[in-house]
């Protein structure tokens, strides 16, 4: 007996209880937690700082209203209606899955839309009430500007459309959280968590049993439920309680319908949950988005035209609906009010 | 004990008590266990952790960050963000923390706060 | 005792039950201070060997022999380790307080469906609340104590089950005995 559990605990690898070695760090203009279990804290810090750096430099190259950044220089030959440019392989690379996505989501997810983003105040470092400008806001949204405006070829883009002003608000962690994923893999890390700025994405387990996390209530300090995040998974939230401002009574959040102009109502927060793939990172980011900007009565279909089995919705009165598959894996630590599942 | 134990068969009122004496200790277990309160608060400082304290106690802790002092409050189980420099005053609207895995983040001036104790109920947080 | 004014020596009667009973409380401290002497996982948990020397007399005898034995046992044996009017005897106290308490409602409980193994669970489980009570607002008036209580009370439930077992048995050969 005592045999058989000397096995059992040799089979079970490097990654028993501890150790675990958690780094917390700021960047990306945001708070990115990564811990790694079972391996020696030197190699753990010397792979999480080296995921970190490569974090704060994708933060600088694509960096949304940053003048100097690899993307701004972008924007400013789009607004001026410049022949194409020379742009990097990463950044050709994630435009076209932008644009991939964007059609996939007709539209509602559009990273074009810096313009408007901006005209909202929320190309800042910090959030305060802006005057809001309704006569910029329709021009904006008439000159309809979209990822299909951009012409990408061999490592070059031009855009049909001055209007477009690219913002990877809704997709760079994602991005990030895919690429931290091949870092990892590549160092040999076998178990590890990574979080940028609530976004996060699981790389094996935690000892015996799988990754769990816990899930923000949009309007109390502590979790609301909990889940577990298996190999490979990636869940990301988009709410109206992180990057938002209060106006006369009315909350106005990041998330901008590109049809309106205006910040989405209605809606406290989407979470995603996106099985192993390539692109799980991407998807646990973008996909929210569409989902958090759709009409009641679409939500279901949005979510499954975004290739999204696992979703859960608060609304403005605090009740939820929520997927069949998400509701076999979520488990409440605060029951809500009410529960809709589709 | 050399003589042989007699197994007579057990009473029905004692397997009664022991029935419920097994009720009453799984009920302590999951009661008591599953939210117990949490024991100290983590405050973190950037990459760094800037301190940890009981929550057993009173007692206001400044913490100088990028954009000023932060103002931290503990109080006999609780603690909360009591004043920050930051514009937005996300930090300070979070409220009082009381149960473990709870946190709050003053992003402006990286400082956060974090109830630990014991076990969380999960390794980490998506918002 | 008797008092007289004649100079006779003063014989206290006594009879063949009080030598029993003598006996089973001087059983009752030795097992306490062995108990007392023997390292226990946890500060404050022990089986509570002198509590099945409190239920025999409580079946052999009546309630007030018991009440007797027990409380004999906490002064003599916090006089013997030297830890009268401790933190010790205090607890020692409380719980053998408490747990007479629900001996003297539950030594009622038909005898046909509870044997001692019910009392000694009971027992148990309000010595230990009344020791938890006197930590909690005495000696340790700490919120942790939450995590503790479930622990003990289940090491209560445990002993109590083992101390009845061994109550009813040491009953069963004692009763054999006097038949035959």
Same mark, same amino acid.
């Given at each position: 007996?005592?045999?058989?559990?000397?096995?059992?605990?040799?089979?079970?690898?490097?990654?028993?209880?501890?150790?675990?070695?958690?780094?917390?760090?700021?960047? #990306?203009?945001?708070?990115?937690?990564?811990?790694?279990?079972?391996?020696?804290?030197?190699?753990?810090?010397?792979?999480?700082?080296?995921?970190?750096?490569? #974090?704060?430099?994708?933060?600088?190259?694509?960096?949304?209203?940053?003048? !100097?950044?690899?993307?701004?220089?972008?924007?400013? !030959? #789009?607004?001026?209606?410049?022949?194409?440019?020379? *742009?990097?392989?990463?950044?050709?690379?994630?435009?076209?899955?932008?644009?991939?996505?964007?059609?996939?989501?007709?539209?509602?997810?559009?990273?074009?839309?810096?313009?408007?983003?901006?005209?909202?105040?929320?190309?800042?470092?910090?959030?305060?009430?802006?005057?809001?400008?309704?006569?910029?806001?329709?021009?904006?949204?008439?000159?309809?500007?979209?990822?299909?405006?951009?012409?990408?070829?061999?490592?070059?883009?031009?855009?049909?459309?001055? !209007?477009?002003?690219?913002?990877?608000?809704?997709?760079?962690?994602?991005?990030?959280?895919?690429?931290?994923?091949?870092?990892?893999?590549?160092?040999?890390?076998?178990?590890?968590?990574?979080? *940028?700025?609530?976004?996060? *994405?699981?790389?094996?387990?935690?000892?015996?049993?799988?990754?769990?996390?816990?899930?923000?209530?949009?309007?109390?300090?502590? @979790?609301?439920?909990?889940?577990?995040? @298996?190999?490979?998974?990636?869940?990301?939230? !988009?709410?109206?309680?992180?990057?938002?401002?209060?106006?006369?009574?009315?909350?106005?959040?990041?998330?901008?319908?590109?049809?309106?102009?205006?910040?989405?109502?209605?809606?406290?927060?989407?979470?995603?949950?996106? @099985?192993?793939? @390539?692109?799980?990172?991407?998807?646990?980011?973008?996909?929210?988005?569409? *989902?958090?900007?759709?009409?009641?009565?679409?939500?279901?279909?949005?979510?499954?035209?975004?290739?999204?089995?696992?979703?859960?919705?608060?609304?403005?009165?605090?009740?939820?609906?929520?997927?069949?598959?998400?509701?076999?894996?979520?488990?409440?630590?605060?029951?809500?009010?009410?529960?809709?599942?589709? | 004990?050399?003589?042989?134990?007699?197994?007579?068969?057990?009473?029905?009122?004692? /397997?009664?008590?022991?029935?419920?004496?097994?009720?009453?200790?799984?009920?302590?277990?999951?009661?008591?266990?599953?939210?117990?309160? +949490?024991?100290?608060?983590?405050?973190?400082?950037?990459?760094?952790?800037? +301190?940890?304290?009981?929550?057993?106690?009173?007692?206001? /802790?400044? /913490?100088?960050?990028?954009?000023?002092?932060?103002?931290?409050?503990?109080?006999?189980?609780?603690?909360?963000? +009591?004043?920050?420099?930051?514009?937005?005053?996300?930090? /300070?609207?979070?409220?009082?923390?009381?149960?473990?895995?709870?946190?709050?983040?003053?992003?402006?001036?990286?400082?956060?706060?974090?109830?630990?104790?014991?076990?969380?109920?999960?390794?980490?947080?998506?918002? | 005792?008797?008092?007289?004014?004649?100079?006779?020596?003063? %014989?206290?009667?006594?009879?063949?039950?009080?030598?029993?009973?003598? %006996?089973?409380?001087?059983?009752?401290?030795?097992?306490?201070?062995?108990?007392?002497?023997?390292?226990?996982?946890?500060?404050?948990? %022990?089986?509570?060997?002198?509590?099945?020397?409190?239920?025999?007399?409580?079946? =052999?005898?009546?309630?007030?022999?018991?009440?007797?034995?027990?409380?004999? =046992? $906490?002064?003599?044996?916090?006089? &013997?380790?030297?830890?009268?009017?401790?933190?010790?005897?205090?607890?020692?106290?409380?719980?053998?307080?408490?747990?007479?308490?629900?001996?003297?409602?539950?030594?009622?409980?038909?005898?046909?469906?509870?044997?001692?193994?019910?009392?000694?669970?009971?027992?148990?489980?309000?010595?230990?609340?009344?020791?938890?009570?006197?930590? =909690?607002?005495? &000696?340790?008036?700490?919120?942790?104590?939450?995590? &503790?209580?479930?622990?003990?009370?289940?090491?209560?439930? $445990?002993?109590?089950?083992?101390?009845? &077992?061994?109550?009813?048995?040491?009953?069963?050969?004692?009763?054999?005995?006097?038949?035959?």
């Amino acid at each position: 007996m005592r045999f058989l559990a000397l096995l059992m605990v040799m089979l079970m690898g490097a990654c028993a209880k501890p150790p675990l070695v958690q780094t917390q760090s700021y960047v #990306f203009g945001t708070l990115v937690d990564i811990t790694i279990c079972g391996e020696t804290e030197e190699k753990a810090h010397a792979v999480s700082n080296q995921i970190l750096q490569d #974090f704060q430099r994708l933060h600088n190259q694509y960096h949304a209203w940053q003048e !100097s950044s690899e993307l701004s220089k972008l924007n400013q !030959s #789009f607004a001026l209606g410049k022949s194409p440019i020379s *742009i990097g392989p990463e950044l050709s690379d994630m435009l076209i899955q932008a644009q991939v996505l964007s059609k996939q989501s007709q539209g509602l997810f559009n990273p074009a839309i810096g313009g408007l983003i901006a005209a909202w105040g929320f190309q800042r470092d910090e959030f305060t009430p802006v005057e809001i400008q309704d006569v910029l806001i329709q021009e904006l949204v008439k000159a309809n500007p979209e990822m299909s405006d951009i012409e990408i070829k061999n490592n070059s883009a031009y855009s049909t459309n001055p !209007s477009v002003k690219i913002d990877l608000g809704g997709y760079a962690k994602g991005y990030a959280l895919d690429m931290a994923v091949a870092e990892l893999h590549k160092q040999g890390i076998k178990n590890a968590l990574i979080n *940028i700025g609530g976004n996060i *994405i699981a790389v094996g387990q935690h000892g015996v049993k799988p990754w769990r996390v816990g899930i923000q209530h949009p309007r109390q300090p502590g @979790p609301m439920a909990t889940l577990d995040l @298996p190999d490979g998974w990636a869940i990301g939230t !988009s709410g109206d309680y992180q990057r938002y401002f209060e106006q006369n009574g009315k909350r106005y959040c990041h998330i901008i319908d590109p049809r309106t102009g205006y910040p989405a109502q209605g809606v406290q927060a989407v979470t995603v949950l996106i @099985p192993p793939g @390539p692109n799980a990172g991407v998807l646990s980011d973008v996909a929210s988005k569409p *989902i958090f900007l759709s009409a009641p009565e679409m939500r279901q279909s949005v979510a499954k035209s975004m290739g999204v089995d696992h979703y859960l919705l608060v609304d403005a009165q605090g009740e939820v609906t929520l997927s069949v598959a998400m509701n076999s894996r979520i488990h409440w630590l605060i029951e809500p009010k009410s529960l809709i599942i589709q | 004990m050399k003589s042989s134990l007699k197994m007579t068969k057990p009473l029905f009122g004692d /397997v009664l008590v022991l029935f419920l004496g097994l009720i009453f200790v799984g009920v302590l277990f999951s009661t008591l266990w599953n939210h117990a309160p +949490a024991a100290k608060v983590q405050i973190r400082l950037g990459d760094k952790i800037y +301190a940890t304290y009981s929550l057993d106690q009173n007692r206001t /802790v400044e /913490v100088k960050g990028p954009i000023g002092i932060t103002r931290i409050l503990i109080d006999h189980g609780k603690a909360r963000f +009591a004043s920050s420099p930051c514009p937005n005053q996300y930090c /300070v609207h979070q409220g009082w923390l009381s149960h473990m895995g709870q946190a709050a983040i003053c992003l402006p001036n990286q400082i956060s706060l974090e109830l630990l104790g014991g076990e969380k109920p999960f390794d980490s947080l998506n918002y | 005792m008797m008092d007289s004014k004649e100079n006779k020596s003063i %014989k206290i009667q006594t009879t063949v039950d009080d030598h029993r009973i003598a %006996k089973l409380a001087a059983l009752a401290i030795s097992l306490h201070l062995v108990e007392a002497v023997l390292p226990s996982p946890l500060p404050g948990v %022990k089986p509570g060997l002198a509590n099945i020397v409190t239920l025999f007399v409580l079946y =052999r005898f009546d309630f007030a022999t018991a009440a007797w034995v027990s409380l004999l =046992r $906490v002064f003599a044996s916090s006089l &013997l380790l030297g830890s009268f009017l401790s933190p010790a005897f205090a607890l020692s106290l409380s719980g053998a307080i408490f747990s007479l308490g629900v001996l003297f409602v539950g030594q009622y409980l038909p005898r046909k469906f509870f044997s001692a193994v019910s009392l000694s669970i009971l027992a148990a489980f309000a010595h230990m609340a009344g020791q938890l009570l006197v930590v =909690r607002f005495w &000696l340790i008036p700490h919120a942790g104590i939450a995590y &503790l209580i479930p622990i003990f009370m289940g090491a209560a439930l $445990v002993f109590g089950v083992v101390n009845g &077992l061994l109550t009813n048995y040491l009953l069963s050969m004692n009763s054999a005995k006097q038949a035959g």
